[in-house]
């Protein structure tokens, strides 16, 4: 054998076993192996669209980071929960035993929240929820392990309570899919509106995912309110608004959302959608360079999706948010203290505009009021400052 070859040979066995002891040790080891995020989102249903946009901007925001995180190069696995909470606890299994991964990234359906986020705590696997708002998941379950990058349910509620309250209506009727974030979001709107003087006067519920909203709709226009107060999102908001107008109360009767009412669904809605005013962390028009830089790498990434909503920024704050838990532990997803510390004071530099977590990992951030305005959620103001959810029932 040619010494150079014998050489080279020797390297080679050289730099295996170097790997090898690298690959055993603790620490710095991980930053050898890939690192496995589990993507547990709906991809079918009517969410589907919302679990889409969250992947994309989780992956936008992980390849503007080299594709690696805390050193690791990040491997993906995914599930379709298909927003169905019996399912829920089989699917996380699917992530959490089957593949074995290090982060869990989901989901959107706060029934199917419960679900993984007990499974993330029974495992000890770092969980971050790019949407679903369930109260109970940094309230009673919050843990080291368990950090949101979009919102509690109560947050847009509540912010949307105290305008309506100031804009003089009285009598309000909600509607809403009767789930935990129907329940929690016209809970929020409920105890700022009775705050500032309002009355519920109904409030009207059907079953999710369901979508004949004619006899609700029946009963509101002969309760005749001052104004109504909804949560429907994704394929049933679309519905909803365009049935709302079909039925003339859109010119008699002003109806009012959580944001997640005309995002992401205003092509669709068209002109039933015009002049609504909703709250929520995110708007079309919010003037910073983080927001501009944001769009305009997401339309080079996926040139045929449809432009950012708020599911993409919240998909793309968690995966910086991950970005930012890894590099304090060099790629260890385990060492829960050290992200927790990390993360309570860290400063999320997001397109909504710059937010910090509370303790119980939920942002604290700012609730834009919008108008829709042509295709876009325009920003009118601001309806609540730096609001942080109350998270009753957390320990930490
Ligand atoms: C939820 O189930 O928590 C949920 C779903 C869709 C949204 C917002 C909240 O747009």
Redesign the pocket.
């Known amino acids: 054998m040619k010494s150079n070859t014998l050489n080279r040979l020797k390297r080679l066995a050289l730099a295996s076993a170097v790997g090898l002891a690298v690959g055993v040790a603790a620490g710095p080891a991980a930053a050898q192996q890939k690192l496995k995020v589990g993507l547990m989102l709906p991809y079918t249903g009517t ?1 589907a669209a ?1 679990g889409n946009a969250i992947e994309n901007g989780f992956r936008l925001a992980v390849s503007e980071n080299g594709g690696r995180l805390g050193g690791r190069e990040v491997e993906y696995f995914k599930v379709d929960d298909e927003s169905d909470p019996a399912k829920a606890t089989d699917n996380a299994n699917k992530l959490i035993k089957r593949d074995q991964v290090d982060v869990l990234v989901g989901t ?4 199917v ?1 419960m679900g993984l986020a007990k499974a993330a705590n029974d495992n000890n696997v770092l969980l971050i929820v790019p ?4 109260g109970a998941v940094t309230g009673p379950m919050c843990s080291t392990n368990i950090y949101r990058s979009s919102f509690s ?1 109560w947050q847009p509620g509540y912010a949307m309570g105290e305008v309506v309250a100031k804009r003089g209506h009285k009598n309000v009727v909600t509607i809403t899919w009767k ?3 129907g329940d929690e979001s016209v809970g929020g709107f409920k105890e700022a509106f009775e705050k500032g003087g309002g009355k519920i006067v109904k409030e009207l519920s059907l079953p999710f995912p369901n979508v004949e909203f004619q006899a609700l709709l029946t009963e509101i226009a002969s309760l005749k309110p001052d104004a109504v107060y909804t949560f429907f ?2 394929g049933g908001a679309v519905k909803f608004v365009k049935d709302y107008d079909a039925a003339g109360l859109r010119k008699t009767i002003p109806l009012y959302g959580a944001g ?1 009412l005309t995002d992401g669904t205003l092509e669709a809605q068209g002109a039933s959608a015009e002049g609504l005013l909703t709250t929520l962390h995110y708007a079309d028009g919010i003037d910073n360079p983080r927001e501009k830089a944001f769009r305009a790498g997401y339309a080079k990434a996926f040139p045929s999706a449809p432009a950012p909503d708020v599911y993409a920024v919240q998909g793309y704050d968690a995966g910086q948010m991950l970005a930012t838990a890894m590099a304090a532990t060099k790629g260890d997803a385990k060492k829960f203290d050290v992200i927790h510390a990390e993360l309570s004071k860290a400063t999320i530099d997001s397109p909504r505009g710059k937010f910090t977590l509370s303790k119980s990992g939920n942002p604290v951030q700012d609730m834009y009021l919008r108008e829709v305005k042509g295709k876009e959620n325009r920003v009118v103001g601001i309806a609540s400052k730096a609001l942080s959810d109350p998270s009753r029932g957390c320990k930490l």
């Open positions: 969410f919302l959107v359906h706060s029934g929240q949407n679903a708002g369930a349910n789930y935990a974030a999102a994704g997640f």
